[in-house]
């Protein structure tokens, strides 16, 4: 069966601090991979998804950029945080020829202070 | 662009039935689908309508109208447990990739 991964659960950082968040699919290949941000209470806003290795969508981000290294990783990534990267992140990967059905990890809770 | 309409919040007596409505807007529509998520954890899917017409899941049905640009989520014999938010999604641009998800709705189910 399949499986993703995401972690950490649980991040504070800094303004101006590096970001890296990671994401791995299990159990499949070739994945449709996506990072989302959830504000709270709020709906998810699409950063970046991907259909292949090397091939990344952005939707939004100026201060976040993301990577699909091999097959079954997906790394969102940020130079120099700002307060407003605050959110719930949240990584999918889908399944179906126009992935119709996605699922998700169990999200990073980014605290920028 | 894309711009998904649902409504904020929707409060139910248990055992009820409650349908929760969905209008978009967006280029190159593939589907809707529906996912659920409960406070403090991830969305889980719940349906999926590629083609008009109703899909059945148990107690879940969801409807689409391509032509109105519309579809809705019905949920039958509500439980205490189905309080959560629901958001509607559309799978649009090139090879249906892309998928935006409305702002949800908060679903209350009193006793």
């Known amino acids: 069966s399949q499986t993703i991964h995401q972690w950490p659960a649980t991040l504070v950082q800094p303004v101006g601090s590096p970001l890296s968040l990671e994401c791995t699919v299990e159990?499949?290949?070739?994945?449709?991979l996506y990072w989302y941000r959830q504000a709270a209470g709020r709906g998810l806003q699409l950063l970046f998804y991907?259909?292949?290795?090397?091939?990344i969508s952005s939707e939004v981000p100026q201060n976040l950029s993301a990577s699909r290294p091999q097959d079954r990783q997906f790394i969102l990534s940020s130079k120099k945080l700002l307060l407003s990267d605050s959110g719930f992140y949240l990584c999918?990967?889908?399944?179906?020829?126009?992935?119709?059905?996605?699922?998700f990890g169990s999200g990073t809770q980014l605290s920028v202070l | 662009g894309q711009s998904l309409e649902q409504p904020s919040e929707v409060t139910a007596v248990e055992g009820a039935i409650v349908q929760i409505n969905c209008t978009y807007q967006?280029?190159?529509?593939?589907?809707l689908s529906w996912y659920q998520q409960h406070d403090g954890g991830a969305p889980t899917f719940l349906s999926y309508?590629?083609?008009?017409g109703l899909e059945e899941t148990g107690r879940f049905s969801s409807f689409l109208s391509r032509s109105d640009s519309y579809g809705y989520l019905l949920l039958q014999e509500l439980q205490m447990k189905d309080s959560a938010s629901y958001f509607c999604?559309?799978?649009?641009?090139?090879?249906?990739?892309?998928?935006?998800f409305g702002a949800g709705t908060r679903l209350f189910v009193k006793a």
């Open positions: 999918a990967w889908g399944q179906g020829r126009a992935s119709e059905k996605l699922f």
């Open positions: 159990g499949t290949s070739n994945p449709n």
């Open positions: 991907s259909v292949g290795i090397g091939q």
């Open positions: 967006t280029s190159g529509f593939y589907g």
């Open positions: 309508n590629g083609l008009d």
């Open positions: 999604a559309v799978n649009s641009g090139t090879g249906g990739f892309k998928t935006i």
